[in-house]
């Protein structure tokens, strides 16, 4: 079993970085695929991000590629996503996911284990 608790989301201007946080328990963590994913108000959650469970392999949605960075530190459970040069658009609630069958993807059904969430707010 692995839990996932997101942190780092808060207000910022646009243009500004961010840089979230996805702490998570299990001692199989360290094998799994994880992503992030994201809502937007009133929108369907969609792909942001994801890294193989070595780090070697990451993968991103055209609307942040260029500027976000994901990246992992097995040796502490945890995944981070370095946002940069933020847009009024990227606000949504963030959630972090692993997937425990081992799936690089970018679909939400691949991933078993979720956190639950943190906001990000960009102001124009």
């Known amino acids: 079993q692995v839990t996932l608790v997101e942190s780092g989301g808060g207000l910022v201007q646009a243009g500004d970085s961010l840089r979230l946080s996805c702490a998570a328990s299990?001692?199989?963590?360290?094998?799994?695929?994880v992503a992030w994913f994201r809502q937007a108000p009133g929108k369907e959650r969609e792909f942001a991000a994801a890294?193989?469970?070595?780090?070697?392999?990451?993968n991103y949605a055209n609307s942040v590629k260029g500027r976000f960075t994901i990246s992992r530190d097995n040796a502490a459970n945890k995944v981070y996503l370095q946002m940069n040069s933020l847009k009024p658009e990227d606000t949504a609630v963030y959630y972090c996911?692993?997937?425990?069958?081992?799936?690089?993807?970018?679909?939400?059904?691949?991933?078993?284990?979720w956190g639950q969430g943190t906001q990000v707010t960009v102001s124009s």
């Open positions: 996911a692993a997937s425990g069958l081992g799936f690089y993807s970018t679909r939400e059904k691949d991933y078993n284990y």
């Open positions: 299990g001692r199989t963590f360290s094998s799994y695929p």
């Open positions: 890294i193989i469970w070595s780090g070697g392999g990451t």
